[in-house]
């Protein structure tokens, strides 16, 4: 097998990575609805029809899965930019050898733009999750 398509194969391998950790992060915002519409129905179910009263403890519980949900989604999109920045540095030093064959240095990709915090705070993520949260919170002091 010749350099080059070595690197071809590596970069399949590093795309093929990325694409399963943005759909793992897609699966995480699903099962979180998933849950999230669970709860509520048994919140639904619990209500008195005379009073319209229910029991909104289930609305309460709706936001530990969905902060879960929130550090996990965030978690994959951590990892698919690491592997991003590993296509791009492969990509990028293509007659060099910096990144050795089928090597994934993740641990080489703790730079800002890799940061936990700031992928968790991400215009991607904290926007849903947030309004979810802040959502199930005020429904839970109206009802």
Same mark, same amino acid.
Not at 132 to 139: H, N, T
């Given at each position: ?33 998933? =849950? ?21 403890? @289930? ?42 064959? @089928? ?12 940061? @936990?915090?700031? =992928?968790? @705070? ?9 309004? =979810? =949260? ?10």
């Amino acid at each position: 097998m010749e350099k080059e398509d070595k690197k071809i194969k590596h970069l399949e391998f590093i795309q093929a990575n990325i694409a399963r950790m943005n759909q793992c992060s897609f699966k995480m915002k699903g099962w979180m609805i998933t =849950v999230i519409s669970a709860l509520l129905a048994l919140f639904a179910a619990s209500m008195n029809v005379e009073t319209g009263d229910g029991n909104s403890m @289930f609305i309460y519980i709706a936001i530990a899965p969905t902060l879960l949900f929130w550090i996990l989604d965030s978690y994959y999109l951590q990892q698919e930019r690491k592997f991003r920045g590993i296509y791009n540095d492969i990509i990028r030093d293509l007659d060099e050898d910096r990144i050795k064959e @089928f090597a994934m240095p993740l641990e080489n990709y703790n730079r800002r733009k890799y940061c @936990f915090f700031r =992928v968790l @705070f991400s215009k991607t993520e904290w926007p849903l999750y947030l309004l =979810v =949260v802040v959502g199930l919170a005020i429904s839970g002091k109206m009802l």
